[in-house]
DNA sequence: TTGACAAAGATTGTTAACAATCGTGAACTG
DNA sequence: CAGTTCACGATTGTTAACAATCTTTGTCAA
């Protein structure tokens, strides 16, 4: 049956959206107001968000393989929504990079190239060690369960040996530092390179360590609530370059093109 | 005729789009090879970014205000084009941020609150500053000609005192900071920091300094090309404190609702 | 005069049919 | 047998009509 790790019969778990960024606390000026980030309903009556959630979801699992097509007509029944919403959920991915657009060929799984992999990794460089500063400086001010809450799930789905879980989460850690802060910029921010790095980690990575390594997460948090800037950092540097050193930027996996509908269609 | 900045007859000056951003240089790891960020369209055939250009650049001009009205039919004839195209480019545009759609009642241009625009800042405040600092470091590498031509841009147009010229020169240079990274993910950040300044500058900006301070551009760079980061950061963080405290953030500028679509209407 | 209510107009959301393009495979030719 | 061409099927792009919703305007009554 094939054990690959690509479905190609869009297996999109179901339910479990709605993951809002909680508002309050701006970061460097924390001003105690209603910030406009969690509001009930960002895009009101656009249930396309449906749509992307589940696609984002499925690329954060590496489910969904790179290069894989994603058809109109599939989407359609998948969601058994009209092909309308189907295209403006594909606009909104390919926005966001997720997914590319060819012109009168159709949606497929971006696929990273080296290139395009050392550029997530610097911009990540740029941005999350002064992130984590930042939170470790002011982590007296802003609401930490969230972390705390992630890094037990991570534990029990590393017990239960969860690996789609696993991966996800994994990533998904980062872009809870970033919703820590309270800041929409830099959730989106981290939101889209924390989704590219699992694209790449599924290209280039080793078979083996797709996750991040086993403990490091628990240590950064600790640093933060230690209101240890400077370790946070540390940490989190060596973290980031732990990850992109088990990559091997050679040999990528193979593309899979559109093997993946092959083997999904039925 | 009432001299005011709005317009609400969607003055999108024609022409100059395709400002791409340059390949190349990917900033931590500089390895000389084509990235993908440049290249001749990334989207093909889809001319809707045609519109989006055109929108962005109205508001990065602020002739565009806050609030107005988008109205689907007005943006055909504007544009030419049908209606599916119009509301794609919508589409993206409120996935930006730049305008907010809401259900039923059309798109209109965001209007940030305060509580958005202590994140924009903060934001940009975690961003720039590393950011100016590893151009500073690696300013050996890359090319700084767009910087350098840019510059030039700006002062011509205080020359001339073209206002909207100022305007939206004075914000791209912090896009084309970005931009001389040759990193895809950090130019659109901050692009979309960018714009959104913008907006918060027309909102809450004293009348007058709409514009950066004079020559605090120059400065930076000039800290850049001597390979100064310290300098280099330093200046960057008070010239973007500079930008923020000249906003008076209690009494925003009359949000302008429909008044300006019946202003502008004919 | 002010308020509520209702109908008309305008605007957006949705659907379905049509057009254009691309990929595939069979048939044909050298 | 290899290579090319053509036609068919499948998929995406576009358009226009229809449905749903909101806004406005006019009327009526308190």
Request: aromatic share 4%.
């Amino acid at each position: 049956m094939l054990g690959l790790r690509l479905i190609g019969d869009y297996a999109f778990t179901a339910s479990e959206s709605a993951k809002e960024i909680n508002p309050e606390s701006s970061l460097v000026s924390s001003i105690p107001q209603q910030s406009s980030v969690g509001k009930t309903d960002p895009n009101p009556g656009s249930n396309e968000n449906f749509i992307v959630e589940r696609i984002y979801k499925a690329v954060m699992e590496q489910r969904l393989a790179p290069n894989t097509k994603l058809s109109e007509a599939r989407l359609c029944e998948t969601f058994g929504v009209g092909r309308m919403r189907v295209r403006r959920a594909l606009l909104l991915l390919s926005s966001q990079g997720l997914i590319e657009l060819q012109s009168n060929r159709g949606a497929y799984v971006a696929c990273p190239d080296k290139s395009e992999a050392n550029d997530v990794f610097a911009a990540r460089m740029l941005i999350e060690p002064p992130l984590v500063r930042q939170l470790a400086q002011s982590s007296g001010d802003i609401d930490l369960t969230v972390l705390i809450d992630h890094i037990a799930l991570e534990d029990a789905a590393r017990e239960k040996d969860e690996r789609t879980e696993i991966i996800r989460l994994s990533g998904e850690f980062h872009t809870k530092l970033a919703q820590a802060t309270g800041n929409k910029f830099i959730f989106r921010m981290m939101r889209e390179l924390v989704t590219r790095t699992s694209l790449i980690v599924g290209l280039f990575g080793s078979s083996q360590n797709a996750s991040c390594p086993d403990d490091e997460h628990s240590k950064i948090l600790h640093a933060i609530q230690s209101q240890n800037p400077e370790l946070a950092e540390k940490l989190l540097i060596s973290h980031l370059n732990h990850i992109q050193s088990g990559l091997d930027m050679e040999s990528r996996q193979q593309p899979q093109d559109d093997l993946a509908t092959i083997l999904g269609s039925d």
